[in-house]
C-alpha cells in the first residue's frame, strides 16, 4: 500500500478542507477533532506524507519526530491537560481501526477517559 494524497489530513495540510487549528509549524499541523472523544480531543498530524507510525518512524528524519513528540508535550500543557492526566492514541492498521491513512495522534484529556 502506498500513501494516498487525497486523504483527508493531506487535503487539511493543503488547506483544500478547512479545521479549527490549534497549532502549526513547518512540520506539524494540530486542530480539534470534530467527533471529540473527550472535552479536550486534538488530532497532531506531521505534515509529511507518512501512511501511519511506522512508516513515520522509518522514514521522517529524527529531529523531525523529536520536534513532533515535543510539539504534543507542549499542546498538553498549554491546553491545560498535562498535570490532570491525557491519552495519546496512534493507530496502524486495519485491525486497530485506523481510519485516516495519515499518521496521527489523538491527544485527549480534560475529564477521566474510559479504562478498556
Same mark, same amino acid.
Given at each position: 500500500?502506498?500513501?494516498?494524497?487525497?486523504?483527508?489530513?493531506?487535503?487539511?495540510?493543503?488547506?483544500?478542507?478547512?479545521?479549527?487549528?490549534?497549532?502549526?509549524?513547518?512540520?506539524?499541523?494540530?486542530?480539534?477533532?470534530?467527533?471529540?472523544?473527550?472535552?479536550?480531543?486534538? @488530532?497532531?498530524?506531521? !505534515? &509529511?506524507?507518512?501512511?501511519?507510525? #511506522?512508516?513515520?518512524?522509518? %522514514?521522517?528524519?529524527?529531529?523531525?519526530?523529536?520536534?513532533?513528540?515535543?510539539?504534543?508535550?507542549?499542546?498538553?500543557?498549554?491546553?491545560?491537560?498535562?498535570e490532570?492526566?491525557?491519552? @495519546?492514541?496512534?493507530? !496502524? &492498521?486495519?485491525?486497530?481501526?485506523q #481510519?485516516?491513512?495519515?499518521? %496521527?495522534?489523538?491527544l485527549?484529556?480534560?475529564?477521566?477517559?474510559?479504562?478498556?
Amino acid at each position: 500500500m502506498s500513501y494516498d494524497p487525497q486523504n483527508i489530513f493531506a487535503r487539511i495540510i493543503a488547506e483544500l478542507i478547512p479545521c479549527n487549528k490549534v497549532y502549526e509549524d513547518a512540520n506539524t499541523l494540530a486542530f480539534y477533532d470534530i467527533a471529540p472523544k473527550a472535552p479536550v480531543h486534538i @488530532l497532531v498530524v506531521p !505534515k &509529511g506524507p507518512y501512511m501511519d507510525f #511506522e512508516d513515520y518512524v522509518a %522514514h521522517a528524519p529524527a529531529q523531525e519526530i523529536s520536534g513532533f513528540f515535543q510539539t504534543v508535550s507542549k499542546l498538553a500543557q498549554e491546553l491545560g491537560i498535562a498535570e490532570s492526566g491525557y491519552r @495519546l492514541i496512534t493507530n !496502524k &492498521g486495519e485491525h486497530s481501526g485506523q #481510519e485516516v491513512p495519515h499518521f %496521527h495522534v489523538h491527544l485527549l484529556g480534560g475529564a477521566p477517559l474510559p479504562l478498556w
